[in-house]
C-alpha cells in the first residue's frame, strides 16, 4: 500500500510541474506580446525617447521569447535524459551560479549585439 500511495504520489507530482511549466511558457509569450504592444503605443513624447521606450520594449519581448523558448527546449529533453546521473550537471549548474560565467557572457553579447535601429 506504501508503495502504491508513493507512486500515485510522484504521478501526481509530475503531472502538477507539467502544469507549471506551461503556465511559465504561456506567461512569457503573454508578456512578450504585452511589451510589443507596449512598444507600438502612441507615445505623446519626444522622437528621441519615444525611439527608447520602443527599443526598450523590444528588447524586453525578445527576453521573454528567448526565455520561453530556453525552457521549452529544456523541458521538452527532459523525459529523454530521465533517469541519467546528473551529479555532474549540478556541479557545472552550481559552478556557474557562483562565478557567473555562463550567465554574465551571455549578457554582454546580447548587449554587444543589440540593434538599435527600432522601427
Known amino acids: 500500500m506504501k508503495s502504491k500511495a508513493?507512486?500515485?504520489q510522484w504521478?501526481?507530482?509530475v503531472e502538477l510541474i507539467?502544469?507549471?511549466m506551461w503556465h511559465v511558457l504561456t506567461f512569457l509569450e503573454w508578456k512578450a506580446v504585452w511589451?510589443?504592444?507596449?512598444?507600438?503605443?502612441d507615445l505623446r513624447v519626444?522622437?528621441?525617447i519615444a525611439d527608447g521606450i520602443r527599443a526598450y520594449a523590444a528588447k524586453q519581448a525578445y527576453i521573454n521569447r528567448a526565455l520561453a523558448c530556453s525552457f521549452k527546449m529544456r523541458w521538452e529533453s527532459a523525459p529523454e535524459t530521465q533517469g541519467q546521473d546528473h551529479e555532474?550537471?549540478?556541479k557545472q549548474d552550481?559552478?556557474?551560479l557562483t562565478n557567473g560565467s555562463e550567465y554574465?557572457?551571455?549578457v554582454d553579447e546580447y548587449v554587444a549585439n543589440i540593434d538599435t535601429d527600432v522601427d
Do not use: F, L, V
Open 11 to 13: 504521478n501526481e507530482e
Open 94 to 96: 552550481k559552478n556557474d
Open 88 to 90: 555532474q550537471d549540478y
Open 18 to 20: 507539467q502544469e507549471e
Open 46 to 48: 519626444r522622437p528621441d
Open 6 to 8: 508513493r507512486a500515485d
Open 104 to 106: 554574465t557572457r551571455g
Open 35 to 41: 511589451w510589443t504592444e507596449e512598444g507600438n503605443r
